[in-house]
């Protein structure tokens, strides 16, 4: 790894579910690539892969972005469906954590949308996006601070009504455990170690064995904190402080349905699964 860098540019801020990206999220967004677009120039880079994924493509203006984005920096950036997201968060899962004869739920929680992808050591097994993300669900139902009991009933009440699909695919597959794919899941195993003292994070290690107890812990600290208070849970980073008590109760909601007593955590998603897809696609490897 030469160069790592991450912008929280909250797209979907406001309109997600309207359809549109407001003006303000929309230079963000502009500003954001134009500034990783400078890093890029300090190395001798021949190929840019860039990709828009459910704020994008479920918005009216969203070619309008990609073609500023085209005009202001020369990138091209590639709108993927759902279905494209999920094999290529896929691809980088599997690099990440070895997969077993056993069923396995890859799970990554998007702003817009969640992919969930059933898999083994023998290939894909199922795979399907869903426009719930954290950033949909979190301006449709604008729980309270702290989120009441209410509150988190109906908004999983809403999720299990849009995740048939899932719950059907788990009934024929069986998945034995959950692998959490980066982003929100990062931070719980940050939190873990924050906050319980379990494994540190470290940049040579792509997947981490989560304490299913340990989950529950730091799940319950997260769902009934206010914004302020969890401000000050080590381990949590500024990006995620709104967003998180949607996550866990995403998380919360797939573990109890699915009676799945495993977790891990990949650290590798789509932007890895990408980049091996493109390598495959070279014929670099096979």
Request: charged share 25%.
């Amino acid at each position: 790894k030469i160069f790592n860098s991450r912008i929280a540019v909250k797209l979907g801020q406001g309109s997600i579910n309207k359809g549109f990206i407001g003006e303000e999220p929309f230079q963000r967004g502009i500003k954001a690539i134009k500034d990783l677009h400078l890093e890029i120039q300090k190395f001798d880079v021949s190929k840019i892969l860039a990709f828009a994924t459910s704020a994008i493509r479920d918005a009216d203006n969203g070619k309008e972005f990609v073609n500023e984005v085209k005009r202001q920096t020369g990138i091209d950036v590639e709108i993927i469906n759902g279905d494209r997201e999920a094999e290529l968060i896929y691809l980088g899962n599997k690099e990440a954590a070895t997969l077993t004869d056993s069923v396995s739920l890859i799970m990554d929680i998007g702003g817009g949308s969640n992919e969930f992808i059933l898999a083994n050591n023998k290939g894909l097994l199922w795979k399907q996006s869903f426009p719930i993300g954290a950033a949909r669900i979190l301006e449709k139902f604008s729980p309270s601070d702290p989120i009441t009991n209410i509150e988190i009933a109906d908004i999983k009440e809403y999720m299990k009504t849009k995740m048939y699909p899932l719950f059907d695919a788990a009934k024929e597959f069986m998945p034995l455990e959950l692998i959490g794919s980066s982003g929100a899941f990062d931070s719980i195993v940050e939190i873990i170690h924050g906050e319980l003292g379990g494994e540190p994070v470290i940049e040579t290690k792509t997947c981490y064995d989560i304490n299913m107890l340990d989950y529950l812990h730091i799940s319950r600290l997260i769902k009934y904190s206010t914004l302020a208070e969890r401000k000050n849970i080590k381990g949590l980073v500024s990006m995620r402080f709104d967003m998180i008590v949607i996550s866990c109760l995403m998380v919360d909601l797939v573990i109890k349905s699915l009676n799945i007593p495993k977790m891990r955590v990949s650290t590798y998603s789509l932007k890895e699964g990408a980049l091996i897809d493109h390598i495959i696609q070279s014929g670099k490897i096979k």
